[in-house]
């Protein structure tokens, strides 16, 4: 999929200006990747329709081509979409903070309870867990199990009235000193007035700090439905979404956010009770769009290249003054970030490069030329004549094809750094793609 979408983009960056068919094009293909992300269709059918007005109507910023425009665009979007700025939990102004969390039964709300009360304890809280989930004693045992895990007391009071547990459990936090307290309820497999009455009840009685949602990202529509129940019956501050370590996209995600406006907190990535992250909307856009690989390769290159060099690399691009020694502090660090063929696999239209490969020897007699050469051939590589060509050859132990080899070669990146690097250049440096 996320292939497909690279494909309409490559069109769009080899086209000078982002024309009315070619946002048509881009949205059919962004709309395909949402469905196929199991983003609800209504919910993609808005998406689109908003996303094509205003890529209409966009302002052409010289710094980007048309195709990297059309990202930015869809990837601000979604991650608009997707709430924007991080969500954290909101605190008790006064303690102790409350969080009732809520959920169909195996979304992983005991789980999330505790990976919860493990988080802030490691911010210095002293949350206390509390088991309302009263109708199956294994849902009491499991949260003791996992309370202890974290190492988080955990009140119980067998199969009690949940509302009348929560009174208790709030007397006793204030007598441990506890300032947080997270209560887990009973779900069921299904949507039923029953649990609502219950939660509701449960609600008032506890005045939550947060009332939180738990979805299992892997139920798609359901995960929807719940969002809506619950946010129409009980009414929630957030949303929960857990086991996005599967191979869901995320698209839920999406859907959530949409239907109901609330933002999504946190995310659960797996079953150890420390799998727990602050979501993410950006993180999530790339996610859902496939955009993974690329966004990865992203955060490679940027660690790896320093940030004044790349710039003055970029400047030198744009005025196109790159020099063989830049050309060997480049391979250098690639080589440093791993395979180059990985990288340019990793790159939309990364093939087309495959000729541009850096094996350890190769370095070296690249290494051994460059040094053979004087500083202002370096700096100028178009004077290097077939007669200066054999005494550098001679000079660094190699061959005039070698020689020749590594001119083609420099010319050609020199080639493509200029194809990546754009008009005036927002980018810092090669790597940065899109
Ligand atoms: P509850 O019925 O809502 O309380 O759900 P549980 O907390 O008992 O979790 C149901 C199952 O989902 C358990 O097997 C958990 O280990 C699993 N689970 C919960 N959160 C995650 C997660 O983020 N990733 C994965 N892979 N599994 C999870
Ligand atoms: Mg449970």
Redesign the pocket.
């Known amino acids: 999929i996320a292939e497909k979408l690279q494909n309409v983009f490559k069109k769009l960056t080899s086209r000078g200006k982002l024309s009315e068919s070619d946002i048509k094009a881009a949205m059919r293909e962004v709309k395909l990747v949402l469905l196929e992300a199991d983003v609800n269709f209504l919910v993609v059918k808005k998406f689109i329709k908003e996303l094509s007005a205003k890529a209409v109507g966009a302002e052409i910023l010289e710094s980007l081509t048309p195709g990297q425009q059309v990202i930015k665009l869809v990837r601000d979007e979604l991650t608009e979409l997707l709430g924007g700025k991080q969500s954290e939990i909101k605190l008790a102004g006064s303690p102790p903070t409350v969080v009732l969390m809520m959920?169909l039964?195996?979304?992983?709300?005991?789980?999330?309870c505790a990976k919860l009360a493990g988080y802030y304890k490691k911010k210095g809280k002293k949350p206390l867990l509390v088991a309302c989930d009263i109708y199956r004693p294994a849902?009491i045992k499991?949260l003791h199990v996992v309370g202890e895990q974290v190492d988080v007391d955990v009140f119980d009071m067998g199969q009690d009235n949940a509302s009348n547990i929560y009174r208790e459990a709030a007397k006793y936090a204030m007598k441990l000193g506890c300032d947080m307290i997270i209560v887990?309820t009973a779900?069921r497999l299904h949507i039923d007035d029953e649990m609502m009455a219950e939660l509701k009840e449960l609600k008032k009685t506890s005045n939550p700090t947060e009332t939180l949602l738990?979805l299992d990202a892997m139920t798609g529509q359901d995960a929807v439905n719940a969002a809506t129940a619950f946010n129409d019956n009980i009414g929630i501050d957030g949303v929960i979404l857990?086991?996005i370590?599967?191979d869901t996209r995320g698209g839920a995600a999406m859907s959530v956010r949409a239907v109901t406006g609330k933002p999504i907190k946190f995310v659960?990535?797996?079953?150890k009770l420390t799998?727990i992250e602050p979501f993410h909307p950006d993180r999530m856009a790339s996610r859902i769009l496939g955009m993974g690989d690329v966004m990865s390769l992203i955060e490679k290159a940027e660690a790896s290249f320093e940030e004044k060099k790349a710039v003055e690399l970029q400047k030198k691009i744009a005025k196109d003054q790159l020099t063989l020694e830049d050309f060997l502090d480049q391979m250098e660090q690639l080589q440093d970030m791993g395979s180059v063929s990985d990288i340019l696999a990793m790159m939309p239209g990364g093939n087309k490069l495959k000729g541009l490969t850096v094996d350890e020897k190769q370095l070296e007699r690249t290494k051994a030329i460059v040094r053979s050469m004087t500083r202002e051939e370096r700096l100028n590589p178009q004077i290097v004549n077939a007669s200066r060509r054999r005494r550098i050859s001679a000079g660094s132990g190699t061959t005039v094809q070698d020689v020749n080899r590594l001119l083609n070669q420099f010319e050609q990146m020199k080639k493509m750094l200029k194809q990546f690097s754009g008009k005036g250049g927002k980018r810092r440096g090669m790597m940065k793609f899109p």
């Open positions: 959920g039964q195996g979304a992983g709300k005991t789980t999330f849902a499991q887990d779900g738990v857990t086991k370590d599967g659960g990535v797996g079953e799998d």
